[in-house]
């Protein structure tokens, strides 16, 4: 696993959630508007426009103990090379039927570089929540592409996306393909990874659970609104399915959109 990440920047699990730890992801994004309520949302540019709310640390709810299992915590530590980890943000990504907008081509660590993170020791955890498809706008990435390093990255309509030019240098050296997934699959992906996924055209929403982890010996070094150096105390993964929390998010602490300097806020779509 180590091997294929490294060469490939990426890897697949299929079936890291089960349909119980499913079931609880399903009361607490559902059950109430507990997260839902802090939704954002941003324009691609062409006309449709993606929500998604975004918080700072991992908190006692079903979600932050995901985000503490040693499944999904203990895997990035692993793959990051061993040595503590802290969180730096998790989101829920929400991309409508019909109307869910398009993400441009960059890298999570383009934005990343100007919160003050000087090495790119960072990693997301993309968890399928409902099915992604080519048509319902999956993820698409490069494989290989990390090994490139930063690119520049600027913004393009209401994202922040990464220096066409080069991404279409890049596609023809590390050609692109799609990550599509069933509820409970998760992507374990690098930095500087380059993704992208498009437009939903479909009838079927695609929501999406994504956690960040920074390692401690990189915690950066420029104020910013995620998530600061702080211990995370990792937890077994049938605590997952022990978890009654489902509505209390104390210590979250979501993100202000107007502190997010990557997008340009819609208020058509904020909540």
């Known amino acids: 696993m180590k091997c294929d990440y490294n060469k490939n920047g990426y890897l697949i699990v299929r079936g890291l959630l089960n349909d119980a730890e ?11 508007d507990a997260i839902t309520k802090h939704r954002y949302g941003f324009s691609d540019g062409e006309g449709k426009k993606t929500q998604m709310a975004l918080w700072s640390y991992p908190g006692d709810d079903v979600t932050g103990v995901i985000a503490r299992s040693e499944k999904v915590l203990g895997t990035c530590q692993e793959l990051l090379g061993g040595g503590e980890l802290y969180h730096f943000e998790s989101k829920l990504m929400m991309k409508e039927a019909r109307t869910g907008g398009k993400h441009l081509w960059h ?10 993170c000087l090495f790119p020791d960072l990693i997301t955890v993309f968890v399928a929540y ?7 706008g999956c993820l698409e990435i490069m494989p290989g592409s990390h090994k490139c390093g930063r690119i520049d990255h600027l913004m393009i309509a209401g994202q922040t996306g990464a220096d066409i030019d080069r991404v279409h240098a890049i596609q023809q050296k590390c050609p692109p393909i799609h990550v599509e997934m069933e509820p409970g699959d998760a992507l374990f992906f ?18 999406s659970v994504l956690v960040s982890y920074n390692r401690t010996d990189n915690d950066a070094v420029l104020d910013h609104p995620f998530g600061k150096l702080n211990k995370l105390v990792k937890v077994r993964n049938e605590d997952i399915l022990k ?14 959109p107007r502190n997010d300097a990557n997008i340009v806020l819609d208020d058509s779509v904020s909540q």
């Open 190 to 207: 690098h930095s500087n990874l380059l993704h992208t996924s498009a437009g939903n055209d479909s009838d079927k929403r695609r929501w």
């Open 22 to 32: 499913l079931q609880q992801l399903h009361i607490t994004l559902e059950g109430s």
């Open 107 to 116: 890298q999570d660590y383009g934005y990343w570089y100007n919160n003050g």
């Open 130 to 136: 409902d099915r992604a498809t080519t048509e319902n």
């Open 243 to 256: 978890c009654r929390n489902y509505t209390n998010m104390d210590g979250k602490e979501f993100l202000d």
